[in-house]
């Protein structure tokens, strides 16, 4: 498969724990937030979304977590299954900007 | 079955030879978005696209065109491709602003020697 990143940090978890990520964002401007799955070969899929005036926003064994005062982003996955390895990827949208910022990404390893 | 296509899939090209990178949108989005990715340096955005006939420069334009004289295609065009294009190029499209997020198309590899 295709690399998407050198020297990624890798969050290693047993199948069935859950899984948090973590983000650090870099613009307190930044009004919308989004995390990205890429596995390899292919482009970067939707997981979850959230705007800034929300803290937290919960989907199918996801939750999006935003902690604006530390500008800090996490992802949860409850009861994480080999199909969720991947690299996952935060991004930040700014204020009266066009363009989505991405952070540096988190590879994902699931164990059985 | 709802998607953003690109075309080529992996493009192998020589210096200085004027390639275009095709994209194609099938849900009416009016927004689109080229990105390319580069292994320490993560997704990056090219150019952007709010309409048709509407596109403005994002963080890396050096080198690269876009086009969108319809909705549905936002093509990327390199006039005189050098090795340091080299990446992984990504399309991406999304119906509305700060809603739902963009899709991507799944790439394409370039390699420029």
């Known amino acids: 498969g295709e690399s998407v990143g050198l020297h990624l940090p890798t969050l290693s978890v047993q199948e069935g724990d859950n899984s948090i990520i973590n983000c650090a964002y870099s613009?307190?401007?930044?009004?919308?937030f989004i995390w990205y799955k890429q596995e390899s070969g292919k482009g970067p899929q939707f997981i979850i979304d959230?705007?800034?005036?929300?803290d937290k926003r919960q989907g199918q064994r996801v939750t999006v977590l935003l902690n604006k005062t530390v500008k800090h982003l996490s992802l949860q996955i409850a009861a994480t299954q080999p199909g969720d390895s991947a690299v996952y990827f935060c991004?930040?949208?700014?204020?009266?900007?066009?363009?989505?910022?991405f952070g540096a990404g988190t590879r994902l390893a699931v164990h059985p | 079955e709802a998607q953003v296509t690109q075309n080529p899939r992996y493009l192998i090209t020589v210096t200085g030879k004027k390639l275009t990178v095709t994209c194609s949108q099938n849900?009416?989005?009016?927004?689109m978005s080229w990105y390319r990715q580069d292994p320490g340096l993560g997704l990056r955005q090219i150019y952007y696209?709010?309409?048709?006939?509407?596109?403005d420069k994002g963080d890396v334009p050096e080198g690269y065109k876009v086009s969108r004289k319809e909705k549905r295609n936002f093509p990327l065009i390199l006039e005189s491709p050098s090795p340091n294009q080299t990446s992984l190029y990504f399309c991406?499209?999304?119906?509305?602003?700060?809603?739902?997020?963009?899709?991507f198309g799944s790439g394409t590899r370039l390699t420029v020697v």
């Open positions: 991406a499209s999304s119906y509305q602003d700060r809603v739902g997020g963009y899709t």
């Open positions: 613009n307190s401007a930044s009004d919308y």
């Open positions: 959230i705007r800034s005036n929300m």
């Open positions: 991004a930040e949208q700014p204020g009266g900007y066009n363009k989505l910022i």
């Open positions: 849900m009416n989005h009016e927004y």
């Open positions: 696209s709010m309409n048709v006939e509407v596109t």
